[in-house]
């Protein structure tokens, strides 16, 4: 199931769901004996997904010799990731994990993959590229490697959540398959997110069920009130169902606010360019 001998298997399937504080508070249950690296690593991934970067920040020095933790300090800043990685620390499967999602989040998307194909059989990796084969628009290799994984870890939370995210890339029958998969994971697991809510919207919009998407959001947005993905739909949601300027407006400034660099901004911002050039193009 994973590279590792798995005493974070709840955790680490909490924290791919987005239950951050209870993945907090299964880790410190745990005891002492277990590996206090891999134990640090989603604890302040866990951080992050609620939005502390302050916190990880200031415990993690940037002087660091581990380089797990180095690895999760470069994904709280979000900045450029030094390729000249050590061998040593290439044959952990957590530190691919973390840096992978750093060059990810960089656009460094063929890097990424690099790395995470080198542990073909541990459950964070796969997902990891699953996500970055649905983000570059190759659906077909996500589909294969999800069938890959089916061999061996079907049942396991986070390789239904690939399941799930790659029958909504592939849309048409797949988007019931995927509404059903995301509430089984939300009662499987006994945690409501804001993650999964979203996810159950997003299904929904897609299927043109604009009302049961909009309550999906409502929820999410209850259980969080600054995720960006959320926000991002909400905005969407609006525009679909003929909501207020003001309401979008609204929706738009606190997405901006608490994720400047989302992909729903930055594409926003890049149309708004590209309209403004063809504008000035047609008033020469």
Known sequence: MSDIVDDFYTARNLLYLGAYPQALSNLATLPRTVDATERQSLQYRAYLGQGNQALVLSEIPATTTNAVLQAIRNLALKGPVDLTFDPVSLQNPTFVAITAQTLSSAGQTDDALRILDMHPRNLECTLLMVAIYLKIGRLDLAQKLVARVRQWAEDAPIAQLAEAWTALAQGGLKYNEAYYVFVELAQASAVSTARLFCSLAVV???????????????????KDPNDPDTLANLVVCASLTAQSPEVRARYLSQLAHVAPKHPFITDLEQASARFDSALATMAK
């Open 204 to 222: 929904k919009l897609h299927l043109g069920q604009y009302e049961e998407a909009q309550a999906h959001l409502q929820s999410a947005l209850e």
